[in-house]
C-alpha cells in the first residue's frame, strides 16, 4: 500500500511558477507509475502528466506540454510537478495518484491518492 502527501500549492501572481511534491510512503514507490491530476470548482478531475516506474517515459496532456513538468525521485520516494506560466485557470486543487499497472489518463485506473493541494493563481 502506497499513502500520498501533496504539498506545494499556495497562491502565485499569474505567469509565476510553483513546483508541487507528493512524497509517498512505503517501500515499493518504483513499483508505481504516477500521475498528476488537477479539479477545479464545478469542472471534473482532469489528467495533467503521468511518469513511469524508473522516470524514463512522462505523458503530457498536450495543453499542458510545456508549461508543467513532471519527474521523480524514487530514493527519497517522491514525485514533483513543475508548473511554469501560470494562468488564472489553472486555479485548481492538484492532485497525485500511483498506478500498479500502466500509465493512464484514466483516472479510475489509478489505486492511490493524495489529499490534494490548493493552487491559486490571481493578481
Known amino acids: 500500500q502506497v499513502q500520498l502527501v501533496e504539498s506545494g500549492g499556495g497562491l502565485v501572481q499569474p505567469g509565476g511558477s510553483l513546483r508541487l511534491s507528493c512524497a509517498a510512503t512505503g517501500r515499493t514507490f518504483s513499483s508505481y507509475n504516477m500521475g498528476w491530476f488537477r479539479q477545479a470548482p464545478g469542472k471534473e478531475r482532469e489528467f495533467l502528466a503521468g511518469?513511469?516506474?524508473?522516470?524514463?517515459?512522462?505523458n503530457y496532456v498536450a495543453s499542458f506540454k510545456g508549461r508543467f513538468i513532471i519527474s521523480r525521485d524514487n530514493v527519497n520516494n517522491t514525485v514533483y510537478l513543475q508548473m511554469n506560466s501560470l494562468l488564472p485557470e489553472d486555479t485548481a486543487v492538484y492532485y497525485c495518484a500511483a498506478a500498479r499497472n500502466a500509465m493512464s489518463i484514466v483516472s479510475d485506473l489509478y489505486d492511490y491518492w493524495g489529499q490534494g493541494t490548493q493552487v491559486t493563481v490571481s493578481s
Open positions: 511518469i513511469s516506474r524508473d522516470g524514463a517515459g512522462a
